[in-house]
């Protein structure tokens, strides 16, 4: 397998809002600090996550390879972080630029005026996880902004986190992505995509055909996809 979590973020209000998360994800903070709004990158839904607030984590199983892809907004722009790959770190600058970190230690930074407020951009982080091998290369709408090599950048890991950055940033996210690195296809970018969630428009009464029961057996639980 290569792609391992996709979400549109479109289809929770659709069945009880951000407390349906949980189902998929690992760790969802409640409402106010993450919530599911509209105004996403298509004008379909996204997820915004309050400044300052610990953020909603995806735990998958421990790999030294992971390509994250998702669109990204903020309110404010200023010295804080709100993607976590491991012991790696994304986070935005006063200056408009974009930092990539292991930990405190600062690996890279992007040209001043990278970003700017109010303005969706699709980003992209792919890490080999390694102490003394490690790489990490960034992409900003399907743009290679930085590359780096033959670095520290910390141990295999399982878990993605995405945080409320601090400084009075709020942070929406949408269409995003996780491929890890083994098999043959998805292990790297997969560019700046866009995800449609399709929702089934009725029950099935065909006689003979499929019939599909929900997760955890009752009438209301969340379709998984």
Not at 188 to 214: C, E
Request: charged letters at 10%.
């Amino acid at each position: 397998m290569a792609t391992r979590f996709v979400d549109s973020f479109d289809y929770y209000t659709q069945f009880g809002g951000i407390e349906q998360m949980s189902r998929k994800w690992t760790r969802v903070p409640v409402t106010p600090v993450a919530e599911i709004i509209a105004g996403g990158r298509f004008g379909g839904n996204c997820l915004k996550i309050a400044a300052g607030a610990a953020g909603c984590l995806v735990a998958i199983d421990e790999q030294a390879t992971w390509t994250v892809g998702f669109a990204w907004q903020t309110n404010n722009l200023s010295v804080a972080a709100f993607l976590q790959i491991g012991s790696i770190w994304l986070n935005s600058n006063a200056n408009g630029s974009l930092t990539v970190s292991r930990t405190a230690t600062s690996l890279f930074t992007t040209s001043a005026g990278t970003l700017t407020t109010g303005t969706w951009y699709y980003l992209e982080l792919k890490v080999f996880l390694d102490p003394s091998v490690g790489e990490c290369t960034l992409r900003v709408n399907g743009i290679q902004k930085v590359t780096i090599g033959g670095v520290n950048t910390g141990s295999p890991a399982a878990a993605i986190t995405f945080d409320g950055a601090g400084g009075g940033n709020t942070s929406l996210i949408d269409d995003l992505y996780i491929n890890d690195g083994t098999g043959t296809v998805n292990t790297g970018f997969s560019g700046p995509i866009q995800l449609m969630a399709i929702l089934p428009n009725r029950d099935n009464t065909s006689v003979g055909k499929h019939q599909w029961a929900p997760k955890g057996g009752s009438g209301g639980d969340l379709p998984q996809y």
